[in-house]
């Protein structure tokens, strides 16, 4: 998403290489790229101005740091600029004193409110929290439908009374019901309004009235740039909103609205959704934004995401295997599959320090590589998979494998090469406490993404057989980045 504007403001930085100190006539060009920058990624004008009259103000006065460049001062500047300007720190949920919790959740037609619904019942059920969905918008046709599908996809209940019904009284009722259950938080889905239709907006009115919810949340679609901050005041003018959920972040938006929403509107983001699957919901922290748009990535949320999807009672497992050299093509293939839950490729790779960078088509080329490795490890038997030794030797055995997935006898041939060299290093390595160039790293964690050179799949050391990556960029700039991910 923030692709255009990373590379704008890399431009930025490129202006004060190579000076001594920053100065009044060297900033200013480094101020007009970061300027056109944010423009360009649709933020707000009225943010834009006050931004850069900030980092002006703060590169003047800043003290010269004994080994920090000019750029590098100047980037951490603008880095506490973007923290301070996204709210400087995560905003969590309200959590009422006693339960049930009431969400209330508004927004636009066409933003995905529903489906964010659904994704915030599932985050909290993640936490423990249990979760009623109320069902009120009873004008779109199959609304209600679709949240009692994605209710029973999540196993979070449902409260509607059909399409009938006053909105007012659903809202009411199902709030009713989950007192009853002793529900932790109940979530009520309201219809998409527009925001010049003073007939929905009272009745979103009525429904805030009849609740008294704890949160009212706006979902808001990050595809509409600075416009969304403007939505969000009205919003918040006619109805009080406590909060937002920016929509549609990983799609084509420039980055205007997750830069505009907190500064116009004076309410924080809280959540981001990051995906058309209901898992794809995040809470929202303004430096780990930040440290996306600077192309520095997001480890925190990476491991995050790592951490659901691992089991350490699995990962143990898997590290005594690589350490005795047990480490097989099933192990590989569950591996490959971990990742796929965590994300597509181009996400992952995203969050990874270094790895911003990777253009579409490499990333394409790493996803059709992964394809292949599976391709042709489904087509081993059970008894090769867990005995990779069995290929080596065995040409008849490789050709049946090639026939079976598809590719050719060398492609087949060089997997397990591949394979075989990788599991070696793995156990030299992981003798020594750490993956292959990671220095250690968490459990079910030891390696990075495909396209790191030198990192692998999570819990693997190295790349994935037959897969070369990505070998752009300066090889000791990519080692010594790949180490710190692996330390944390």
């Known amino acids: 998403m923030f692709d255009a504007l990373s590379e704008r403001l890399e431009s ?50 800043a003290q010269v740091i004994a080994g920090v460049t000019p750029d590098q001062q100047f980037i951490k500047i603008v880095n506490d600029e973007l923290v301070r300007v996204m709210g400087e720190t995560n905003a969590p949920l309200a959590q009422a004193g006693t339960p049930p919790t009431i969400v209330l959740m508004a927004g636009l037609q066409g933003t995905g409110k529903t489906t964010a619904t659904a994704k915030l019942a599932l985050h909290l059920r993640k936490q423990n929290r249990t979760t009623m969905l109320v069902a009120t918008d009873v004008y779109r046709p199959a609304a209600v439908d679709q949240l009692v599908t994605l209710g029973r996809q999540i196993d979070v209940p449902v409260f509607e009374l059909g399409t009938e019904a006053n909105p007012v009284d659903i809202a009411r009722q199902g709030v009713a019901q989950a007192k009853t259950d002793g529900i932790d938080t109940v979530i009520v889905d309201t219809a998409g309004r527009l925001q010049i239709d003073p007939k929905m907006m009272a009745e979103l009115a009525d429904i805030k009235q009849a609740i008294q919810p704890h949160e009212v949340l706006l979902v808001v679609d990050a595809m509409t740039g600075q416009e969304a901050a403007n939505l969000t005041r009205t919003f918040h003018d006619e109805i009080g909103i406590t909060g937002a959920v920016l929509t549609k972040l990983d799609g084509d938006s420039r980055g205007g609205a997750a830069l505009s929403v907190r500064q116009i509107s004076g309410q924080p983001i809280k959540f981001v959704g990051v995906g058309e699957k209901v898992e794809a919901l995040q809470p929202f922290y303004p430096d780990r934004m930040a440290s996306r748009i600077l192309g520095m990535g997001d480890v925190l949320t990476l491991v995050e995401k790592a951490q659901e999807e691992i089991d350490i009672a699995d990962a143990e497992k898997m590290q005594k295997k690589i350490m005795e050299a047990e480490f097989d093509f099933d192990d590989f293939l569950k591996q490959m599959r971990l990742m796929k839950r965590m994300g597509s490729l181009g996400g992952i790779m995203k969050m990874i320090p270094g790895m911003g960078k990777l253009s579409s088509e490499q990333l394409e080329q790493g996803e059709t590589q992964l394809k292949r490795v599976e391709a042709m490890i489904n087509s081993m038997t059970r008894q090769e998979r867990k005995n990779p030794k069995l290929l080596s030797g065995s040409p008849s055995r490789r050709r049946r494998i090639a026939k079976g997935s598809g590719y050719g006898d060398k492609d087949v041939g060089k997997l397990v090469s591949d394979f075989q060299k990788m599991r070696s290093l793995m156990q030299q390595m992981g003798s020594g406490g750490g993956m292959p160039g990671m220095g250690g790293g968490m459990p079910g964690m030891g390696g990075g993404m495909p396209g790191m050179g030198g990192g692998g799949l999570p819990g693997m050391g190295g790349p994935p057989p037959g897969f070369r990556g990505y070998s752009g960029g300066k090889k000791k700039k990519k080692a010594k980045k790949k180490k710190g991910f692996g330390q944390l």
């Open 12 to 61: 930025a930085w490129k202006s004060l290489r190579g000076q001594d100190k920053i100065s009044e006539s060297n900033v200013q060009s480094a101020l007009r790229e970061v300027r056109r920058a944010l423009l360009e990624a649709d933020v707000n004008l009225e943010v834009v101005k006050t931004f850069v009259a900030q980092v002006r103000e703060q590169a003047l006065g």
